[in-house]
């Protein structure tokens, strides 16, 4: 275990022989570490928070921090988990959950959470998921497997964010977005499947030009029935001719 004399480690904290813990990073109470995981200098994390293995927490960032919430109160339970293989830039926050729902804040798996991410109470967050500069997901947020959130996203707290979706730069983000889709612009609204994202992982190309036909189809048919409701509606507003 590489720990640099001038970090300060709670008693109560479990930190793995073979972790590293750099100049002036805060491990607090009931803290554990896992093996090879890497926390740079200045990072504080509180806890109670669970870190896995092969982590990289770089520097300032701010993990474990109480819930902001109104109706959080001292000597509730309130954790964090995050799992394996996650790298963890600069400034990024991470909050513990609430007892609103089962006082857990979880981080997956080899995900990438890039400078200023911010990760609000309770969200849930899956594998290989990638947060760009700035995005932020506020309290209850679901974000599966896959999922790309561009610079600058907004998450509305309870949205659920599907798997392999593209989130583009800059949305604000007040409803769910289904799996497998490209949504963008600032009032965010799904524009494509991710066809993109999808042959990067190599998915198979006759399931999912399949796929792009059918959401193409699908998204005619609503606008014919959007455009029959319309029909109708203005029909019914005409007035009736007096004889």
């Not at 609000?120 to 899956?126: E, K, L, N, S, Y």
């Not at 896959?146 to 509305?156: C, E, H, P, R, S």
């Amino acid at each position: 275990m590489a720990i640099d004399p001038s970090a300060m480690i709670d008693p109560s904290a479990k930190v793995h022989k073979n972790a590293e813990i750099c100049a002036y990073a805060i491990i607090g109470a009931n803290v554990e570490i896992d093996s090879g995981t890497i926390v740079e200098s200045h990072a504080v994390i509180q806890g109670p928070t669970k870190i896995g293995k092969n982590n990289h927490i770089y520097s300032f960032a701010s993990i474990g921090g109480d819930p902001q919430d109104i109706t959080y109160e001292e000597g509730q339970e309130s954790n964090l988990v995050i799992g394996d293989e996650n790298l963890i830039r600069e400034f990024c926050t991470i909050n513990r959950g609430t007892e609103k729902e089962k006082s857990l804040t979880r981080v997956g798996s080899n995900n990438m959470l890039m400078a200023y991410v911010h990760i609000a109470h309770d969200c849930q967050i899956g594998d290989h998921v990638i947060m760009s500069n700035n995005a932020s997901l506020a309290g209850h947020v679901r974000v599966h497997d896959w999922a790309i959130l561009g610079g600058f996203t907004l998450v509305k707290q309870f949205c659920m964010i599907g798997i392999h979706t593209y989130i583009g730069m800059g949305c604000q983000v007040n409803k769910d977005i289904p799996a497998y889709m490209v949504a963008s612009g600032t009032q965010t609204r799904v524009r494509s499947i991710n066809a993109e994202g999808m042959r990067r992982l190599d998915f198979h190309r006759a399931p999912l030009l399949l796929s792009s036909v059918l959401l193409k189809w699908y998204i005619e048919s609503l606008l014919v029935a959007y455009l029959i409701r319309c029909l109708a509606s203005l029909k019914l507003q005409r007035p009736i001719a007096l004889k």
